[in-house]
T-cell receptor, first 112, second 116 residues
Framework: KAGVTQTPRYLIKTRGQQVTLSCSPISGHRSVSWYQQTPGQGLQFLFEYFSETQRNKGNFPGRFSGRQFSNSRSEMNVSTLELGDSALYLC???????????FGPGTRLLVL | DQQVKQNSPSLSVQEGRISILNCDYTNSMFDYFLWYKKYPAEGPTFLISISSIKDKNEDGRFTVFLNKSAKHLSLHIVPSQPGDSAVYFCAASGPYSGGGADGLTFGKGTHLIIQP
């Protein structure tokens, strides 16, 4: 069974631009969560989607948004990029909520 | 305020010996705990988990211990192997945990180095 895939793997943007990251969960998994990893803050929860609905959201500004499609694939969008948004963005999927999450390789975003 | 703390940024252990990684948490609402292993340029890989109704869970060379009264958990790796060298993250979840009801709250990780 294929694991969680994320595209693109690397991305360079400039301040003020917006970016969309994509995540394909493990086949059969319906829950997708997104995390941001930075050296200073570690891994922080962004939001979780289940059956196309956002179930939970972490403590991030409204510039960070996401959505989930009927095939469980998910996208996250960051608008008006700031230098501090440079990070590794990780997607994780699970069969259902409150079940073990399996992570993708991440998308490394660099904002210049 | 860090709700999940891994106070040792790094740990060096000889091959064949026991590796003990520690994690403390402050939120008494956490009821599910996990350990993930991460290599550079890869996403975290799930290792082992434990529910708050248990105090020990074993899976091969990996054992997780949970002490609820002390709000402390530890991961034991016996025997340690060179391939175990990685960053280990402790994570917790639970209702009203601040990471979302089902979002994980992570510690900042411990870099385990297995020396030959």
């Amino acid at each position: 069974k294929a694991g969680v895939t994320q595209t693109p793997r690397y991305l360079i943007k400039t301040r003020g631009q917006q970016v969309t990251l994509s995540c394909s969960p493990i086949s059969g998994h319906r829950s997708v969560s997104w995390y941001q990893q930075t050296p200073g803050q570690g891994l922080q929860f962004l939001f979780e989607y289940f059956s196309e609905t956002q179930r939970n959201k972490g403590n991030f500004p409204g510039r960070f948004s996401g959505r989930q499609f009927s095939n469980s694939r998910s996208e996250m969008n960051v608008s008006t990029l700031e230098l501090g948004d440079s990070a590794l963005y990780l997607c994780a999927s699970s069969f259902g909520v409150q079940e073990t999450q399996y992570f993708g390789p991440g998308t490394r975003l660099l904002v210049l | 305020d860090q709700q999940v703390k891994q106070n040792s940024p790094s740990l060096s252990v000889q091959e064949g010996r026991i590796s003990i990684l520690n994690c403390d948490y402050t939120n008494s609402m956490f009821d599910y705990f996990l350990w993930y292993k991460k290599y550079p340029a890869e996403g975290p890989t799930f290792l082992i988990s434990i529910s708050s109704i248990k105090d020990k869970n074993e899976d091969g060379r990996f054992t997780v211990f949970l002490n609820k009264s002390a709000k402390h958990l530890s991961l034991h790796i016996v025997p340690s192997q060179p391939g175990d060298s990685a960053v280990y993250f402790c994570a917790a979840s639970g209702p009203y945990s601040g990471g979302g009801a089902d979002g994980l709250t992570f510690g900042k990780g411990t870099h385990l180095i297995i020396q030959p």
